[in-house]
C-alpha cells in the first residue's frame, strides 16, 4: 500500500522567515516532524512518501491509496483545500494532528478519516483496519501514549538539503497550567519523555545527514527537569568527542533561570538559543493567566542570567490581557529594551479552542470568532481594559518601536556584549558560514536601503572590533531583522485596513482581517 504524507504551506509568519531563506539558500526553515514520525510509525511492509508543499509542489496525480494531511490551526483553510482536491480525484483522504485534535468538527465531513489526539496507536491500528476493508470514521487516542514507543522518524525522507534546521522531540506536556494554552489540551500536565538513547538516536541520524542546527520542539523542554538533566548530560559528552558539530535550540519555561546545574548542562550541550514565553512584565496579567512560574523573581534577573550562562533568549510576549490597559505598550517595549532581546514574538492574545481562555471567554460573550491561528494581525477576544482600536493601534506603535533599526541594533548589541562565553566559539570558518555572510553583506548592505546597510554594518563593524568571537550572531541578528521588519511593515499594513474598517463600523464584533493569499490548489 502507497501512503502519501503532506504537510502544506505555512502562511507567512514571524517564524517563516520568508524574505532571507534565499540568502541561506534554503526553502523553509524546519520540516513539520510530523511527517517523518508518522511515517517511522508505519509498518515497513507499505510505501511511504512525504511532501512537504513549503519545499516543493504537492503531486495530486499521484498514485497513493491513502492521502494524510496534518497541520496547525493556522493551516486550515489549506488543508480544507487540499482535502477537497484531493477528493474531488476519488482519493482517500485521512487527517491528523493538532488542528484536528482542536477542532475535529470542522474536519468531520472533508476527510474520510479523523485522527483525534496523538497517533502513536491509532495509525498503525487503522492501517490495519483499511486493509480489512473496516476502518472507522474517527480514531481517538484517549491514553496518552508512552514517548517510549515511538519510533526513528524517518528523516531520510525528507529533502534534507530544504532546510536550515532539523526537529526532534523529547517530552510532550507540560506541568503548568496557562490559561492561554492549548498544549496542556493536547498533551496534558504530565510530561512524557523518550529515552536518552531514543534521543541520542536521533542526533546521530540527523547528524549523518549533515545537518548542523536541531530545534527540540518541546513545548517545555524542562517540563521534567530530572529527565532533561539526564539527556543534557549525555548530550554533552556526545558533543565534546565530536568537537560540538550541532547547535540546539529549543523551548523552556522562565523558571531554569533558577537551576543553575541545569543552566550549565545545557551550555554543555550547546544549546545556544532557547524560546521563552515571558508573556508580560505586569504581574496582575501574569496571576491573570495563571503564569505564576514567571512570577517567582525578577524577569529580568531571569533572562539575564539565562544570557549570562550563554544562550540567547527568544520572548513571546502577549498584548491583550483583562489587566493590560494602553499603558502596557509602553511597558512592554521598555521591557524588552531592558532585556536587550532582539527576537521578541510580540502578539495578541487569542483563546484557542478547548482551552480554559476559550470557555471563560465564550461563556461571557467575549469571543468575536474562532481564532484563526494569526496572532499577529487578529485577537478573537473582545478586550477589558481597551478598545479594540486602542488594542490594535497600540500594538501596532509597539512593533514599529520594537523592530525600528536604532531600538533593534540597541537589543543585539548589548546582548553581544553581555552574553555569557559560549562553548563553541568557532569564528566564521566553513565554507558554509563564509557564503552565507558574502550574501548577508550583499543583500543587507551593497543592495539594501541606508538604514538597513547601516544596521548590518555597523553590527559586524562594532562585533568584529569589540567582541569578534560573536560574529556569528552579529550577521545572524543583521539577517534575521531583514526578516522581521519587513514582516512588521506587511503586519502593520494588515492592521492599518482593519482598523480604518473598524472605525467605519464601530459596532461590527466580528470583522476579520483578510486572508492570506494561498498557493495554487493545483
Known amino acids: 500500500m502507497k501512503i502519501y504524507l503532506i504537510a502544506p504551506k505555512n502562511p507567512e509568519s514571524f517564524w517563516t522567515l520568508d524574505r532571507i531563506?534565499?540568502?541561506?539558500?534554503?526553502?523553509?526553515?524546519?520540516?513539520?516532524?510530523?511527517?517523518?514520525?508518522v511515517a517511522g510509525i508505519t509498518p515497513r511492509e507499505h510505501e511511504v512518501v512525504l511532501c512537504d508543499e513549503n519545499v516543493e509542489r504537492i503531486d495530486f496525480d499521484t498514485d497513493a491509496d491513502i492521502i494524510g494531511l496534518t497541520g496547525y490551526v493556522i493551516?486550515?483553510?489549506?488543508?480544507?483545500?487540499?482535502?477537497?482536491?484531493?477528493?474531488?480525484?476519488?482519493?482517500?483522504v485521512v487527517c491528523g494532528g493538532p488542528f484536528a485534535s482542536l477542532c475535529p468538527e470542522e474536519l468531520r465531513d472533508r476527510v474520510d478519516v479523523l485522527f483525534v489526539d496523538e497517533a502513536e496507536y491509532t495509525w498503525p491500528q487503522f492501517l490495519t483496519d483499511y486493509a480489512a476493508g473496516a476502518w472507522q470514521r474517527e480514531y481517538h487516542q484517549d491514553e496518552k501514549p508512552s514517548m517510549h514507543d515511538s519510533p526513528l522518524p524517518r528523516f531520510?525522507?525528507?529533502?534534507?538539503?530544504?532546510?536550515?534546521?532539523?526537529?526532534?522531540?523529547?517530552?510532550?506536556?507540560?506541568p503548568f497550567n496557562c490559561e492561554f494554552c492549548d498544549i496542556i489540551v493536547m498533551y496534558g500536565r504530565r510530561p512524557r519523555t523518550k529515552t536518552v538513547p531514543q534521543v541520542m538516536a536521533e542526533v546521530e541520524a540527523i547528524h549523518r545527514l549533515g545537518m548542523r542546527n536541531i530545534f527540540v520542539v518541546d513545548d517545555n523542554f524542562i517540563g521534567n527537569k530530572k529527565e532533561a538533566k539526564e539527556l543534557l548530560r549525555a548530550l554533552a559528552d556526545w558533543q565534546r568527542v565530536r568537537g560540538y558539530p550541532i547547535e540546539f535550540m529549543t523551548e523552556v519555561t522562565l523558571n531554569i533561570a533558577q537551576?543553575?546545574?541545569?543552566?550549565?548542562?545545557?551550555?554543555?550541550?550547546?544549546?545556544?538559543?532557547?524560546?521563552?514565553?515571558?508573556?508580560?512584565?505586569?504581574?496582575?496579567?501574569?496571576?491573570?493567566?495563571?503564569?505564576?512560574?514567571?512570577?517567582?523573581?525578577?524577569?529580568?534577573?531571569?533572562?539575564?542570567?539565562?544570557?549570562?550562562?550563554?544562550?540567547?533568549?527568544?520572548?513571546?510576549?502577549?498584548?491583550?490581557?483583562?489587566?493590560?490597559?494602553?499603558?502596557?505598550?509602553?511597558?512592554?517595549?521598555?521591557?524588552?529594551?531592558a532585556a536587550r532581546i532582539p527576537v521578541s514574538m510580540t502578539g495578541l492574545l487569542n483563546a484557542m479552542p478547548r482551552t480554559p481562555l476559550y470557555e471563560r471567554l465564550k461563556q461571557a460573550g467575549r469571543l468575536i470568532a474562532e481564532s484563526v491561528g494569526d496572532q499577529f494581525v487578529f485577537t478573537n477576544i473582545v478586550p477589558h481594559g481597551m478598545s479594540r482600536?486602542?488594542?490594535?493601534?497600540?500594538?501596532?506603535?509597539?512593533?514599529q518601536r520594537l523592530y525600528g533599526y536604532r531600538n533593534y541594533r540597541r537589543r543585539a548589541m548589548q546582548l553581544i556584549l553581555k552574553r555569557g562565553a559560549q562553548i563553541e566559539t568557532r569564528l566564521l570558518a566553513s565554507g558554509q558560514d563564509l557564503r552565507i555572510l558574502a550574501r548577508v553583506l550583499w543583500h543587507c548592505i551593497v543592495r539594501a536601503t541606508p538604514g538597513r546597510a547601516w544596521l548590518t554594518a555597523s553590527l559586524v563593524i562594532e562585533t568584529a572590533l569589540r567582541r569578534p568571537r560573536a560574529l556569528r550572531d552579529a550577521v545572524t541578528f543583521a539577517l534575521m531583522h531583514k526578516h522581521l521588519y519587513e514582516y512588521m511593515r506587511h503586519t502593520c499594513e494588515r492592521i492599518d485596513r482593519l482598523v480604518h474598517e473598524l472605525k467605519q463600523f464601530p459596532d461590527e464584533l466580528r470583522m476579520l482581517p483578510e486572508s492570506p493569499p494561498?498557493?495554487?490548489?493545483?
Open 518 to 522: 494561498t498557493p495554487d490548489v493545483a
Open 21 to 37: 531563506l534565499r540568502s541561506l539558500n534554503k526553502k523553509c526553515v524546519f520540516p513539520n516532524l510530523s511527517l517523518p514520525t
Open 156 to 174: 531520510d525522507l525528507l529533502q534534507i538539503d530544504q532546510y536550515r534546521t532539523m526537529t526532534i522531540q523529547f517530552a510532550r506536556g507540560c
Open 259 to 337: 537551576d543553575d546545574e541545569l543552566l550549565e548542562l545545557m551550555r554543555h550541550a550547546h544549546f545556544t538559543t532557547i524560546f521563552v514565553g515571558i508573556e508580560s512584565p505586569r504581574a496582575a496579567s501574569l496571576q491573570e493567566t495563571h503564569k505564576t512560574q514567571n512570577m517567582r523573581e525578577s524577569i529580568l534577573d531571569s533572562v539575564h542570567r539565562i544570557q549570562r550562562a550563554g544562550m540567547q533568549v527568544m520572548a513571546g510576549m502577549i498584548v491583550g490581557f483583562d489587566h493590560d490597559d494602553p499603558s502596557i505598550f509602553e511597558e512592554q517595549f521598555r521591557f524588552i529594551q
Open 389 to 399: 482600536v486602542q488594542l490594535y493601534e497600540g500594538y501596532q506603535r509597539l512593533l
Open 75 to 92: 493551516h486550515k483553510q489549506r488543508l480544507f483545500e487540499i482535502a477537497a482536491e484531493f477528493r474531488r480525484r476519488g482519493k482517500f
